[in-house]
């Protein structure tokens, strides 16, 4: 069984920046795609940014140029900067995990229980 938790969520000003991390554990034998995705009040979960286990990375239109994903291998970690932080990015924020576990060597995908991130003057 593989866990994710996630930290850095909070209240920011508009134009502030934030900070997300969310760090995976448990049986795991390699980690492949790691993400993190969105849901604002009275709207459906969306895909903010993702990158690979090579380092490639795809980010939703909305937040191109303000936030950068980045991952720690040997940390099993995934982090999200979100720089220039606007009130539509309100949401709450979940991360998203995808690999094999060293246990039986088979696929998992994980997500975390999901971090607030208010942005409000």
């Known amino acids: 069984q593989v866990q994710l938790v996630e930290s850095g969520g909070g209240l920011v000003q508009p134009g502030g920046s934030l900070r997300l991390s969310c760090a995976a554990s448990?049986?795991?034998?390699?980690?492949?795609?790691m993400g993190w995705y969105r849901q604002a009040p009275g709207k459906e979960r969306e895909p903010v940014a993702s990158i690979t286990s090579g380092g490639s990375t795809t980010y939703t239109d909305s937040v191109k140029g303000r936030f950068t994903i980045s991952r720690d291998n040997a940390k099993n970690t995934v982090y999200l900067q979100m720089n220039s932080l606007k009130p539509e990015d309100t949401a709450v924020y979940s991360c998203n995990v995808e690999g094999r576990t060293a246990l039986g060597f088979r696929s998992f995908i994980s997500w975390g229980q999901g971090t607030q991130v208010t942005v409000s003057s």
């Open positions: 448990g049986s795991i034998f390699s980690i492949n795609a």
